[in-house]
């Protein structure tokens, strides 16, 4: 690991405490995770990249149901027709 400094806001640093103790970590390891989610989003290009190749993909495929735009929540809970579960 490397060694670094980073100068926060009071309340950032007070926040960043209240956290630490309730998740039992140490600041650091919050930071770095913080830091990582932050690499992780840019990596993937960010939220208007990822919107992007999400919306290349709508209407590219089909389910076969004719009421799937009005039923999804039904289908996605894996009801039947006659609102069973499995």
Known sequence: MVRTQVRLTGE???RLKVLAQEERASLA???RRAVE???????NGGFAQ???RALAVVGRFTS???DMS???DRYLMGEDRLGRLP
Do not use: P, S
């Not at 989610?37 to 990596?43: C, D, M, R």
């Open 12 to 14: 950032q640093a007070q």
């Open 29 to 31: 390891k919050l930071v």
């Open 37 to 43: 989610g932050y690499l992780q989003e840019k990596g």
């Open 50 to 52: 990822r919107a992007e």
């Open 64 to 66: 076969g149901l004719r």
């Open 70 to 72: 009005q039923e999804h």
